[in-house]
């Protein structure tokens, strides 16, 4: 009689994994086209220009110090509540969680492990690009600054570029760069444009950042999100070899031994007796040796059949080697 197989949870939890994809079949990634290489190319020159009119005390530097004495937060008090909330949108731990999160259900549902893949990747770039240049130029914030008219570079701080301002543009920008339609991948550029805009105001309203902070900080995430098809083929890679070691591990679950198989293991081997150690095994398998007592007699025992005759102690009968012993009487038979 065959029975049914009760699936566990495991079970149905691959089942589930390894059903049809339901990613369009027309959906193709971003390519590095001309037009994205001629954006790249005027994003970077944007950022440079940013960076050397810093270094250079110029116009934007004024423009700073002007922002920083306006004090917007003072300007428009009622607006701080809202904005202390909405630069939350900026701040890469609570970002990158509901982001990832999304994304992972769609990693699920559709069968692929690109958008995780390309959510680590690019907050993985972010962290190598920002940060570097960051700790390299260490400029000084507006509430930190010590000479009036100044850049502040090259001193303790790590506020340029901005990167409340270069989060919001690449972890929200992500979600437009994986977007299922062209429809879909439009509104949310527009969207993720307007979030990033927004929060790179909010910090300049707060006076954590300045002008030119926030927009070196805009210029970085764009990069990050034109350059990202370059890395579609290593994605490509990393998903094949992370499903294929999937698979190993599933069957090697499906696989394993059942639960109360009959099937016989492999029999020991005797392992070799070591020398000395025969009679400590003799005396662990004997349940009276495991007493110890002296009183016990170690020989041999002797059947009763065996032992020679023995004259008893108090006989008075010496010992004679032909004494026969007496037979007992025959009773003649009579007839019946």
Known sequence: MRTKRCLTRLDRLFARLDREPERPANLEPPRMSRHRIVLLGSTLVFYALIVIAVINTSWLVRLDWQLMFFRPYQQWPELHAFIDY????????????????????????????????????????????????????????????????????????????????????????????????????????????????????????????????????????????????????????????????????????????????SEPGPSPVPQPVPAGGELAARETSNPHAARGGTHLNQRTHVVRSERTTVTPAGSRRAPHPDHVGRAAPVRPLTGG
Do not use: C
């Open 86 to 261: 909405y630069v939350v949108l900026g701040q890469r731990g609570p970002t990158a969680v509901m982001v990832a999160a999304w994304l992972g259900w769609r990693s699920w549902r559709q069968h692929t492990l690109r958008p995780l893949l390309m959510l680590g990747t690019s907050l993985l770039l972010l962290n190598l690009t920002v940060g570097a240049a960051k700790l390299s130029m260490g400029r000084l914030g507006p509430h930190y600054a010590t000479t009036i008219g100044s850049n502040e570079m090259w001193l303790t701080g790590d506020i340029f570029p901005s990167g409340h301002t270069a989060n919001a543009v690449v972890t929200w920008g992500i979600l437009a760069y994986l977007a299922s339609t062209p429809s879909a991948r439009r509104y949310l550029s527009a969207l993720s444009a307007v979030v990033a805009l927004g929060v790179g105001l909010a910090t300049v309203y707060l006076g954590t950042h300045w002008l030119s902070d926030v927009m070196l900080g805009w210029a970085a995430g764009v990069l990050i999100l034109l350059a990202l098809p370059w890395f579609e083929p290593l994605i490509t890679r990393a998903e094949a070899w992370l499903l294929a070691a999937r698979d190993r591990i599933l069957d090697r679950y499906r696989r394993g031994p059942a639960a109360g198989s």
